[in-house]
């Protein structure tokens, strides 16, 4: 959440943010509207391209470093969480994104994705999950549902499939937001959020894979189902949605579970209903589990409460130490016994 | 007043269960010895069990030092003195005891059931068994526990205060100061003054039991005299200490205020990581990853964003940085990376050495990605090829591979400390002028890539694991591009062979009947017995190579000045093969995977076997003549 410039004069616009380098995604590909977004939030906070840096690593998703016009590292399969986490080692003042897909952040990665949670860097990480391997053409991910055709499923694939929302809070994440890759408002409206929070965030963003898993998140996302198939949460305000919000979420009495509820009928006020604490893990442990048909899904920020950041401390025991002591390399062969001759 | 018999040079080695302190009785008997002047090599051998049960031979853990007046080179072929806490560490370096030896047993712990955990049929202290031996046989656990009486403790730990009894018997047998150790005593314990009590009691008790019994005639007190050494101040140094400071001193040269190292934790490797999370005065940030992939990948990105980035492991830790090694070669970011080698392969024998990564360090990657190698050949070596390491990474803009080995990790010498500031200097210069800039721009004569850190103004880019135009540094599929750039990835490496000494002759002349190559940690054995072959009048030469890639550029014409090549490794031969395909030369390799370093015996009679065959060789050629005339 470092290096936003001052606005000034010099303030750029989205289109700014864009390199010269030709994109290489599938027409009508998600990620465009994704990198669309990116831009205009970088805009909107006025980051400093100098200071700023992607970092990937390999997938469709991995190419976003090279579209936008800051520092960039497109790496190697998994290990974008490690490249970046070093990255914040060696400038803390850094501003630094990490770009990835679901199999890229949860099988190969998933290790690193988990770590650099719990350690909580202060980075970003924005997570484009299409439930599908887009690059290796069309097998099943991690994230995809149970029964997916894929080339190496032919019958369907009978795995279950990781909530990345749900991993990243189980690994000890301070801040867990989703969103879509078509709502440009609310997605620069997360991204900036999570560029806001000190320490490691993480993004979901539902993305449409038009050529191997097209309409994959169709029954939450297309218009027509959108008012009852999306839940979007606001710290302070009751869980509400549906046409005229007439539906609400509250805890089935008895147990730790979430009900829908209609507000205004059956004797249900909207003071029954429970309202949004990002603080709380619990609940947002609750709303990233909740998923169609029974359920709407969540979007917005499911959970913010920020705690110390890993490299503010590290900073921290190395100014100590060099507070304490001399950096003298002298000194440090010479410690200890040493003898002379001669 | 003992009449001292004078020795030129001894080998001694502690041994008993891996609960027993005898790591740290090694230690100390090696700081007194090293302050009372003496050369001295040591060779710690321990086993991978933290606490394997008490009284196996699978326990058993040891301390070897060989130390004199001479010069000293390898921790010693056969031992003088064999200190035996139980009758498993008996049973286990037996073998090693030169015959006519001295045996200092503790009696009190070979118990019956300790002789039969240790497959005695019956007590080798009594039973003659050992008759080729001198044998001094004390209850060292009965005189420790008399010894510390009265300052509080059980049994059990007073027991514990055993090896500082056989410490200060030693100490005493040898002429040797106890003040170090006493110091020692008092900063370990500081937390529990009634230990430290203990302890020098049981230390002060060994050395007097020394000084007044009547240990009998076969077994006396002797001097060894300062070897003679240049002029300076002296430390005792490990491998492990040599490569961190050597790291510090490095980036100190190269003017990077800021070191990260990565690393996960392995045996033997992880002493490296221990070492440098204590010098974070010195601007070093140690970074304990979740794993060996995450290690090397934040040492990258460290590295991108300015810092010395530096990684380390050892043998299977380096198969899984292998991807990621491969990208910073693409990228063309420093990175030095420090493999402490193990026998394996897999997990293998984790606390023995071998040298059996040079393969995959040359070679162990997908696609055309050369990289430099080097390996340090002794404990305080290690300090000038850290240094070196970092040089060729920053000026080259590549990953670096060190191959140590457990041995020089943990083996100790004395060390002439350098004048620091008369070390080498070498600052990097960072990228910061946007005219003409690309992130592929090459310096003209390194082929290096300008190294442009992410928040210098107007120099934002982007690299990654992708092929990139030549000119321009975009992505770039083009087929002469991709052969234009493997080609300059490759040159800027062979490159290094201008930028690095000619190999010296390190014993010998450079033209000979016979060559002894060797690399690495087997440089003492190899000098020792390649100096006593010559003082036999036989014409070999030792040649110890640093830079394992790029050789030295004149290596082959050197070669080609002897008659024959004999390469000692301690894996199946490794090098041996490397110089047949680099050279076309009749190398032949002495191998050696048995977890144990090179004896100079060994080499010797390879040496004499070698030039032997050449002396039949030789009568059949003229025996053949004769049979035609």
Redesign the interface.
């Known amino acids: 959440m470092t290096a936003t410039a001052q606005p000034g004069p010099q303030r750029l616009a989205p289109k700014d943010y864009g390199?010269d380098?030709e994109v290489r995604w599938c027409p009508g590909c998600g990620d465009y509207a994704i990198l669309k977004a990116m831009q205009r939030t970088l805009a909107e906070i006025g980051a400093d391209?100098?200071?700023t840096?992607f970092?990937s690593g390999i997938g469709c998703a991995a190419r976003f470093?090279?579209y936008v016009?800051?520092?960039?590292?497109?790496?190697?399969h998994g290990?974008a969480?490690?490249?970046?986490?070093?990255?914040?080692?060696?400038?803390p003042?850094?501003d630094v994104w990490v770009v990835t897909g679901d199999g890229d952040a949860l099988s190969i990665g998933g290790?690193?994705t988990?770590?650099v949670l719990r350690r909580n860097v202060d980075l970003q990480i924005v997570l484009f999950n299409n439930e599908i391997y887009g690059l290796t053409k069309g097998q099943y991910s991690p994230t995809s549902r149970r029964g997916t055709r894929s080339p190496s499923t032919p019958q369907g694939s009978i795995e279950a499939p990781v909530s990345p929302c749900g991993f990243a809070l189980g690994a000890g994440a301070r801040f867990v937001a989703r969103s879509i890759d078509t709502h440009q408002a609310h997605l620069v409206d997360t991204l900036k959020r999570a560029q806001a929070h000190r320490g490691a965030s993480f993004v979901e963003v539902l993305q449409n894979c038009v050529v191997y898993n097209d309409g994959a998140f169709a029954e939450v996302t297309e218009k027509e189902v959108a008012p009852d198939r999306q839940l979007h949460v606001r710290h302070g305000e009751p869980l509400r949605f549906g046409a005229d919000r007439r539906r609400g979420l509250r805890l089935r009495p008895g147990t730790v579970a979430l009900e829908v509820v209609p507000v205004g009928e059956q004797g249900v006020t909207e003071n029954d209903v429970l309202r949004h604490d990002e603080t709380n893990r619990i609940l947002a442990t609750l709303l990233a589990s909740l998923e169609p048909p029974g359920f709407p899904m969540a979007f917005g920020v499911l959970y913010c409460d920020p705690a110390a950041t890993y490299e503010a401390d590290?900073h921290a025991?190395?100014a100590?130490?060099?507070a304490?002591?001399?950096?003298d390399?002298?000194a440090?062969?010479?410690s200890?016994?040493?003898?002379?001759?001669? | 007043m003992i009449a001292r018999q004078t020795r030129d040079a001894v080998a001694i080695r502690f041994a008993g269960d891996s609960g027993d302190g005898m790591q740290l009785t090694g230690s100390q008997f090696t700081v007194e010895t090293a302050l009372a002047g003496n050369d001295l090599a040591t060779f710690p051998d321990f086993p991978a069990e933290i606490r394997a049960p008490a009284g196996t031979t699978f326990g058993v853990s040891s301390f070897q030092i060989h130390f004199g007046s001479t010069d000293i080179l390898t921790a010693g072929d056969e031992l003088d003195v064999l200190v035996a806490m139980n009758p498993a560490a008996l049973k286990v370096n037996l073998q090693d005891l030169r015959v006519g030896g001295t045996i200092i047993a503790d009696a009190g712990a070979f118990t019956e059931r300790n002789l039969t955990k240790a497959g005695f049929p019956a007590n080798p202290l009594d039973d003659g068994t050992l008759g080729r031996y001198q044998v001094l046989q004390l209850d060292i656990s009965k005189l420790t526990l008399d010894a510390v009486a009265g300052h509080g403790l059980g049994t059990k730990e007073a027991h514990r205060c055993r090896n500082l009894w056989a410490l200060g018997l030693m100490l005493w047998m040898y002429g040797r100061d106890r003040r170090a150790t006493a110091e020692w005593v008092e900063r370990r314990f500081a937390g529990r003054p009634e230990l430290a009590r203990a302890n020098l009691a049981a230390l002060n008790a060994g050395h007097a039991y020394g000084e007044t019994a009547e240990l009998g005639s076969p077994v006396a007190a002797y001097t060894v005299a300062p070897a003679e050494a240049q002029p300076g101040r002296y430390r005792t140094v490990t491998g492990t200490e040599a490569i961190a400071w050597g790291l510090v001193a490095g980036a100190r040269a190269a003017g990077l205020d800021r070191v990260v190292f990565a690393g996960y934790p392995i045996t033997p490797a992880s002493a490296i990581l221990h070492t440098l999370a204590g010098l974070k005065a010195h601007g070093v940030v140690t970074f304990q990853a979740e794993d060996e992939i995450a290690a090397i990948c934040a040492a990258i990105g460290a590295a991108y964003a300015g810092a010395l980035g530096v990684t380390s492991s050892s043998g299977p830790g380096m198969a899984l940085k292998t991807e990621a090694l491969g990208l910073a070669i693409a990228t063309e970011l420093p990175l030095v990376v420090i493999d402490s080698q193990r026998a394996g392969p897999s997990t293998g024998m984790p606390t023995k050495p071998e040298q059996s990564d040079l393969f995959q360090a040359v070679h162990g990657r997908n696609a055309d990605a050369p990289l430099p190698v080097l390996a340090p050949a002794t404990p305080s070596d290690c300090f000038a090829v850290a240094i070196e390491a970092v040089r060729l990474a920053t000026r080259y803009m590549t990953p670096v591979i060190v191959l140590s080995d457990g041995y020089l990790a943990h083996a100790a010498e004395p060390w002439r400390l350098p004048d620091v500031e008369a070390l080498p200097r070498f600052p990097v210069r960072f990228r910061t002028d946007a005219a003409g800039f690309h992130p592929f721009v090459r310096d003209p004569v390194t082929l290096a890539r300008a190294w442009a850190l992410p928040g210098t103004p107007g120099l934002a880019h982007r690299i990654g694991g992708l092929e990139k135009d030549y000119d321009s540094g975009h992505i770039s599929y083009d087929p002469d591009n991709h052969q234009r750039m493997t080609r300059a990835r490759a040159a800027k490496i062979a490159g290094i062979a201008n930028d690095i000494p000619p190999q010296a002759v390190q014993l010998g002349e450079t033209r000979g009947a016979l060559a002894v190559v060797g690399w690495g940690s087997t440089y003492g054995a190899i000098q020792e017995a390649v100096r006593q072959a010559r003082a036999d009048g036989l014409a070999v030469s030792h040649i110890h190579l640093r830079h394992l890639a790029p050789f030295p550029r004149n290596l082959g014409e050197l070669l080609a000045g002897f008659e024959r090549i004999l390469v000692p490794e301690m894996n199946n031969g490794q090098l041996v093969a490397l110089l047949r395909g680099a050279y076309l030369v009749p190398a032949v390799g002495l191998n050696k995977v048995a977890g144990k370093p090179f004896r100079v015996s060994e080499v010797a009679a390879a040496i004499r076997a070698r030039l032997d065959r050449k002396r039949e060789a030789g009568s059949g050629k003229r025996k053949a003549k004769g049979g035609v005339r």
Request: glycine residues 10%.
């Open positions: 390199s380098q391209p100098d200071r840096v970092v470093p090279y016009s800051t520092y960039g590292f497109h790496s190697i290990r969480p490690a490249i970046a986490t070093g990255v914040k080692l060696a400038n003042e850094l290790n690193h988990l770590h590290v025991q190395l100590a130490a060099r304490a002591g001399r950096a390399l002298g440090l062969l010479h200890g016994h040493t003898w002379v001759v001669g």
